[in-house]
């Protein structure tokens, strides 16, 4: 998986059914909404299936590194809303009555590149507190995730007292309304951006070999020289990241800042990663099928809607289809006892 | 209370004593299976087998981590069992082993049956021929080559209860060989040189420089390789290709000026290696778990040889493997010291520590009894030192260095 990069010879069926399997399914997929339903299949719809997954994408691209290195990492969808509210309330309109930070007009206007930063880097801090635990103390990550989840959560409702932080600048807005070219929204632009860089990390730098290694067989990363703990800081650090970036564009999209922002979307990322071939085995995976799993997920879900499934009904054939893509996975690299 | 729902925990505890007892196992039921040495376990599991009245009983390479006595132990049982009229289908790569107990042997090579007869009509010649499809003259080619300069000098080691006043000199060019029953310490020596284990007193130098090692990066940087004893636990990354596997200790000399990776020259470093060591394998990108354990040593070997170490350090570097594969891992072993690499080898097997061995450090629970050289090394005095008592071995120490 990890070789993608420098296998490309000998044509192998078997391989390439089980390789491309998801793909399979995806054009399937797409062929049968299409078909149910011909408003499925137009430009529109497909920007508006990837503008609503790519908060969900980024916090899957993040989760990957975190799976690959056999951890997992639930604090996303709390360390979302956390950068959410944290960065929505230095950007507050003064003329809102009921300022987060009431201190906001004895002082010049903060640019919203700060605003920005200031929720990426709160948003941030909380994967290298995770890193650090997981590295350091040796707990579970599902355990250290579980613990800054929660902390992640409760810092955010209280910081807003669960109030929801509106009233934001244009130029803070822009950032998440404005779109490329005038059809593709900025937080798709991010999330392509930022899927590219994790191919990069992944596939091309020292960093993302030790993470295969690390995730492929702790022990034997460590007896090879592999600073095992600094590559776990840097993946937890990694998924925070890309967290916080979606809880920052999906506020400046929807103009307000939301404490209960991104509940359950750290599941919906690491289901789309698990989908997509990153294997909780550790030490497989992509982010092409990362991608995939993105869009699979994404197109049942508009799918469904378009089709006017039952909301009920579209939940469980999501959890289905999430079972069986992994059990396929299984199949294809099974780890060897 | 007689009800099949619940576990009768007194029967259960009574019916496993009686088990152990029948087999002549002292162990205690209570005790907890992580707390016994591995030949104990081994015990268990045989006990295991027989509490459910098994006729046929495979067992797996099952004396690679006994002592002699255990080994004697073992056998004794197998012969109780085979009265009994238990069958008993016994894996090992060990000939001794087969002339002693067995009574068929079937020989297997790459997947297929090539033989079977009764041991009396069989002879180790035949056997190995058998084997390896061909003669092998050679197990141990033991080169000659110079010895020269110190590369390593270890003084008074100690690493908390598990072992202490370890000294010996390291030269280049030479193979020191690490002797010892299971569980005298050997293993955690190298662990603690290595980085891997707490060094709690002594000194590591290293070409005259003190050296600090606390982790396998610092030990990576003076020059030193580590062939760990568990395959499975500590070396392969199975799910990982053999190229990466062959690469992922010398990472650092495949980023290229811009941080990035050069995938290129590390596809032809690990075919040149591939090719260079014979390791069998459909290809650089198959995944390491699919090969045979005696290819998963070779990767292993191709992964130290690529960091171009200068003190190489390998732990039972043939557990486990064939023995083609064993006479090739030993004729790399001895190459590398032709090379002018300082090389310390922990095994169990008596005749590889022979054949192999300029000299010969013996350990007996956690302290160094003596170090022996080629010439003095036969298996008796080696066994002897093994098996010392505490009080001997002041003296020895001296004379050791």
Known sequence: MESNAISRRRFNAKGFISKYAMYVILIVLIAIFGFAEPAFFTGRNFVNILTSESSRGLLALGVAFCIITRGIDLSLGSVMAVSSVFSASLVQKLTYSTLIIPGLVNIPPIPAWAAVL??????????????????????????????????ARGLALLFTNAYPVPMLREDFTIIGQGSLFGFLPNIVCIFLLMAIIANILLNHTKFGKNMFAVGGNIDAARASGINVERTLVLAYTWSSFCAALAGVMVTARSASGIASLGEGYELDGIAAATVGGVSQTGGVGSIVGCIGGILVLGVINNGLLILGVSPYLQKIIKGAIIVIAVVFDMRKVARKK | MKAKVFVDHKQLYRLARETLQGLGIDIDPYEKMGNLTVAKMQMVEIAKAVSQDAS???????????????????????????????????????????FKICDDVTVFRDGQMVGSDLVSNMDVTKLIHLMVGRDLDAMFPKIDCPITDVVMEVRDLASGSRFSGISFDLRRGEILGFAGLVGAGRTEVLETLFGLRTKTAGTITINGKVAEISRPSDALKHGMAMLTEDRRGTGIIPVSSVASNIVVANLKQYVR?????????????????????????????????????????????????????????????????????????????????????????????????????????????????????????????????????????GETQSQAI
């Open chain 2, 56 to 98: 046929i009983i495979v067992m797996d390479e099952p004396t690679s981590s006994l002592t002699s006595i255990e080994v004697a132990q073992l056998f004794g049982m197998i012969r109780n069992l085979r009265e009994k009229g238990v069958s008993i289908i016994y894996i090992s790569h060990k000939m001794e082993e087969i």
């Open chain 2, 257 to 393: 000026k811009n941080g990035l990776i050069n995938h290129r020259k590390i596809a032809s470093d690990a075919k040149e290696y591939i090719k260079r060591i014979e390791i069998k394998t459909p290809s650089k990108d198959t995944l390491i778990q699919d090969l045979s354990g005696g290819n998963q040593q070779k990767v292993l070997v191709a992964r130290w040889l690529l960091t171009g170490p200068d003190i190489l350090f390998v732990d039972e570097p043939t557990r486990g493997i064939d023995v083609g594969a064993k006479a090739e891992i030993h004729s790399l072993i001895t190459k590398m010291a032709g090379e002018g690499k300082a090389i310390i080898m922990v095994s169990s097997e008596m005749p590889e520590i022979l054949g192999m061995c300029d000299r010969v450090l013996v350990m007996h629970e956690g302290r160094q009894t003596g170090i022996l050289d080629r010439c003095d090394a036969t298996q008796e005095r080696i066994m002897e030192f093994a098996t010392r008592t505490d009080e001997e071995t």
């Open chain 1, 118 to 151: 200031f929720g990426l880097v709160v948003g941030t801090s909380f994967g290298v507190m995770n890193g650090l635990l997981v590295a350091y103390t040796k707990i579970h990550p599902f355990i250290a995730t579980l613990g800054s989840m929660t902390i």
